[in-house]
């Protein structure tokens, strides 16, 4: 079954700078894909080349069987929402929406109904004569997705679209382009650094870090099953526990880990048929451990890991509290949701000794690990929720 | 070897950069070459014009014993000149840049009209001002500041003052721009960290502004030099500079490879201050910086 | 903080140092006295005297016909080499560079020198044509910094919009680039046009006998010092009117500034 779109081992170099390494993936007709990942990761530069500005260093790029090699930006059926947008700014909002159509040499009667029908979808009926520094930011976004959609690409490029937004801004925004791509239905390819937006809208995510991708998948897959540290990292935030296997048990699919430091043996599910005697590194986020101040023996089930540890520090948030506790040579973080009235129970404070506990199914074992990854949030006590080896 | 594309935006910077390149190839490079060339040639005595062959006859003649009082007097002239413009050009320049945006323009349209006026006329006006029947001569002849029968105009002090008059603005222009640019919250950082207004200014702001300075210095030096007009109109006899020479034997005594010769010199001359700046300017020169997330 | 009054005086010292000798100019006049010492009453007979001379509209008319073709020219080439140097980083625009940026700093002697040898070189009369070709040389380089300047700090975004919405390189030209750099253009041509009017020394060196502009002739006057208020006349006109080319091509900028 042809793809839709697919990059086949796309690179590109900027002099000695490999920003893009042998990129392969596909994306299905009408979904919203992803580029996630940190700047100078690549995915900026991969959406370029699809838009026609870049040219591969090797690779291709198919649509709908055809390669866009020699396809110059203005033949591509392809449109690109700009970062900053990009409007025309000495031209009005409906001359910018109409730009296209008249490079098209559509009839002029033509034109107007379409750019009428576009400033109807995008609620600017009222601010059509307006030059682009008389709108808003957000207005600004909204005229350039008309003046993109009227031209009815296959996919529309969208390169960090809501970067130059304020928060509330930018919330609403989100919501707007889901609405717009289920009317429009075409194939949207959004790049951004942030995993709230990314996750929040797209059907697809690749996941990208110094010009490859690391993984692709669905927001829940890429966020519950990280193939590799990197991933883990970046999207939200995770402990990473070094160990070993110790035993496999194949009629359930656990395996028992001996964890560095840790006191006892822990349980995990095996998904991926990890044999006995490898090291692993077992990433398990902040919200899967749940901390008490005593042992919790009537809750839990046979495959809960329970071990003994030491409130180091915490952080009081409303709704929930983050706790960071030494677990063996693990400073582990811990999200602790907070469902019952709090004041009735007693407080676990600094320096209480506590029972740390999570499900045998809440961990995931990562297929690549890399040091470096861990300190990808800030490693400054506050933010880092990464567990970290003491030094 | 090339890719289609590659070899399309060759061609397009060739269709571009070719039509100015050329005609200033042919109407300035070669010119300046041509002077170096007739350097070697001989005059013809009577008409003063170019002669056959080649000889080194005119580049011997070059060592006038007249010229090195010339040549030091332009050099002092032009250094004096930068000197004071330069003296002038940075606080005016640092004054305005930290004035209100619209302050800032009123200003600037102010110290640019001047510019824009006729060059000729800014210096015939300092010619009525000093004329002994002048208000200025009348007023320091009053004050007994100078001898009544003293000429304020035909001499090298006249030169330097109308040199400075002209050339301030093309000092303040490079000065104010980069001024402009300059993130003044770092002289309160200065000043917070315990350094006076003045160590802050000499150790944060004029380095802040190097390379508006060195083009403010390029940009005045190097024209002095070859200053004609005004050596010419106010100098007299004792404030002959090169430019003058130079016209002198062309027109007046008429040799033309000896003027030749010393619009070579002239040229040298002035390629080493310039050649100098470049170098300062390069040594800080960044790697072009790529696009963020390439 | 306290901040020194020096920068502010500096400034206004230099400001009345510009100024003043152009005021005592302008007032002159209209001074019925030969040297303004002192104030002879008003008058405009520099002014009648001014128009009276024949060889003044002769050398106006030259000056005009030179600056404007000079000016259409020096355009045309300025923004081709604007665009290059901006464009393109190989060694053909280093050198490109050097050739925009060496006439700005270089004294105009040599460049008049220079091209008079050429000319005589080349067996060329010289006359008008002459004074057209380095007129135009000059030029080049004053359009080609301003209109790179306008260059640097354009959203280039805004071709690739145009291309990515369909556009060909030669429609995004006249429909997005051009449009929007003119007013830089025109500000690189309105600073041709006031160099061109304005020179004197390249001017004089390449001009022959019997070709004469505005500034030749006003220099042979100031040399000759005879009448010197009719200069004062002339210069006062020549002020109103450039003041005047100051305030439009301002305005022009300030326009854009969106």
């Known amino acids: 079954m042809a793809e839709f779109l697919a990059f086949e081992g796309i690179s590109k170099n900027f002099g000695p700078v490999c920003a893009v390494d042998h990129v392969s993936f596909a994306v299905k007709q009408g979904e919203i894909f992803s580029l996630l990942g940190p700047s100078g990761c690549g995915k900026t530069t991969l959406l370029r080349i699809l838009g026609g500005f870049e040219e591969p260093d090797g690779g291709r790029i198919l649509l709908n069987g055809q390669d866009l090699a020699d396809l110059p930006p203005n033949q591509r059926k392809v449109n690109t929402i700009f970062q900053n947008y990009a409007l025309f700014p000495h031209l009005t909002v409906r001359q910018n929406i109409a730009f296209g159509l008249q490079i098209a040499k559509r009839p002029a009667r033509e034109i107007r109904a379409e750019v009428d029908r576009m400033l109807k979808l995008i609620q600017m009926t009222d601010q059509a004569h307006k030059k682009p520094h008389l709108i808003s930011g957000g207005q600004k976004q909204r005229v350039a997705i008309a003046r993109a959609l009227i031209l009815k690409p296959q996919i529309l490029l969208l390169d960090e679209p809501l970067a130059a937004l304020d928060l509330k801004l930018r919330q609403r925004m989100l919501i707007e382009l889901d609405q717009i791509h289920d009317t429009v239905g075409i194939t ?64 359930n699919n656990y395996c028992k880990l001996q964890l560095d430091g840790f006191p006892s043996t822990v349980l995990c599910y095996n998904d991926n048929n990890i044999k006995a005697g490898t090291t692993v590194y077992l990433s398990v986020r902040p919200e899967k451990f749940h901390v008490a101040l005593e042992k919790p023996e009537t809750k839990l089930h046979p495959e809960h890991n329970c071990v003994p540890g030491k409130v180091e520090d915490m952080v009081y948030m409303g709704a929930h509290t983050k706790f960071w506790v030494r677990v063996g040579d693990y400073r582990l973080a811990i999200t602790q949701q907070h469902r019952r009235f709090l004041l009735d129970e007693a407080a676990i404070k600094w320096n209480d000794p506590v029972w740390v506990y999570w499900h045998g199914d809440d961990g995931f074992m990562l297929e690549r690990y890399n040091e470096s990854d861990e300190k990808i949030n800030d490693p400054t006590v506050e933010s880092a929720a990464t567990a970290s080896k003491a030094n | 070897m090339k890719t289609r594309a590659e070899r399309k935006k060759t061609l397009h910077e060739w269709l571009i950069t070719l039509p100015p390149v050329a005609w200033l190839t042919l109407l300035f490079v070669i010119p300046t070459l041509i002077v170096f060339a007739i350097t070697f040639k001989p005059v013809v005595p009577g008409t003063g014009d170019i ?17 090195p009082a010339i040549v030091w007097r332009t050099l002092w002239i032009s250094v004096m000149n930068t000197t004071l413009c330069t003296l002038l050009a940075v606080p005016a320049g640092y004054f305005i840049a930290r004035l209100a945006p619209r302050a800032r323009s009123a200003y600037m349209m102010l110290v640019i009209i001047p510019f824009w006026t006729s060059f000729l006329i800014r210096i015939f006006a300092w010619k009525t001002l000093l004329h002994p029947e002048g208000p200025i001569h009348g007023a320091l002849a009053w004050l007994h500041l100078i001898d009544p029968q003293a000429l304020l105009l035909y001499n090298a002090w006249t030169v330097l003052l109308v040199m400075v008059y002209t050339h301030l603005p093309f000092a303040i222009l490079p000065v104010y721009a980069a001024a402009e640019k300059f993130d003044f919250r770092l002289l309160e950082a200065a000043r917070d960290l315990g350094a006076t207004p003045l160590r802050a200014f000499f150790a944060v702001f004029l380095p802040g502004i190097r390379r508006g300075l060195i083009t403010a210095i390029l940009v005045v030096l190097i024209p002095s030099l070859g200053s004609y007009v005004i050596p010419d109109l106010m100098g007299g006899p004792s404030g002959e500079m090169i430019g003058n020479k130079i016209a002198q034997r062309t027109f007046v005594d008429r040799n033309l490879p000896h003027a030749s010769g010393l619009s070579a010199l002239l040229t040298l001359a002035v390629l080493i201050p310039m050649a100098g700046a470049l170098l300062l300017q390069n040594k800080r020169q960044p790697e072009r910086m790529m696009t963020e997330d390439a | 903080m306290k901040h020194s009054r020096l920068p502010l005086n500096v400034t206004l010292f230099v400001l009345v140092f510009f100024y003043l000798p152009i005021l005592v100019l302008v007032v002159n006049s209209f001074n019925a006295a030969r040297f303004g010492s002192g104030w002879e009453g008003f008058t405009l007979m520099w002014y009648r005297k001014l128009l009276d001379q024949p060889n003044v509209w002769h050398a106006l008319s030259n000056t005009l016909i030179i600056a404007t073709g000079a000016t259409l020219i020096s355009m045309v080439l300025g923004t081709m080499s604007a665009f290059g140097l901006h464009r393109y980083t190989d060694a053909l625009q280093k050198y490109h560079f050097f050739l925009i940026y060496t006439p700005l700093v270089i004294p105009e002697i040599l460049m008049g020198m220079s091209l008079l040898l050429f000319f005589i070189a080349l067996g060329m009369q010289l006359g008008l044509f002459t004074i057209f070709l380095a007129h135009v040389t000059f030029c080049i380089s004053y359009v080609a910094m301003v209109v790179l300047g306008r260059l640097q700090d354009f959203d280039f975004s805004l071709v690739e919009a145009a291309q990515d919405l369909g556009a060909t390189w030669w429609t995004t030209l006249w429909r997005v680039l051009l449009p929007l750099l003119m007013p830089g253009i025109i500000s690189g041509g309105l600073l041709a046009f006031t160099l061109s009017i304005d020179d004197y020394v390249i001017t004089f060196f390449v001009a022959g006998p019997g070709s004469s502009t505005l500034p030749l002739y006003i220099y042979s006057m100031i040399k000759h010092s005879k009448d010197m208020p009719i200069i004062n006349a002339l210069s006062t006109i020549l002020l109103a009117l450039t003041a005047t080319t100051v305030f439009f091509s301002q305005h022009l900028t300030k326009e854009t500034r969106t």
């Open chain 1, 188 to 251: 949207f390819i959004y790049v951004t650094h942030d995993q709230g937006e990314s996750m929040s809208l797209s059907d697809h995510i690749a996941v990208m870090n110094k010009g490859r991708i690391e993984q692709i998948g669905t927001p829940s897959e890429i966020y519950e099953a990280p193939r590799s540290s990197f991933v883990a990292a970046f999207i939200g935030d995770t402990n990473i526990l070094e160990g070993q296997v110790m035993e496999i048990y194949p009629q």
């Open chain 2, 51 to 67: 002669g056959k062959g080649w000889t080194l006859t005119t580049f011997r003649s070059l060592g006038n014993p007249n010229y």
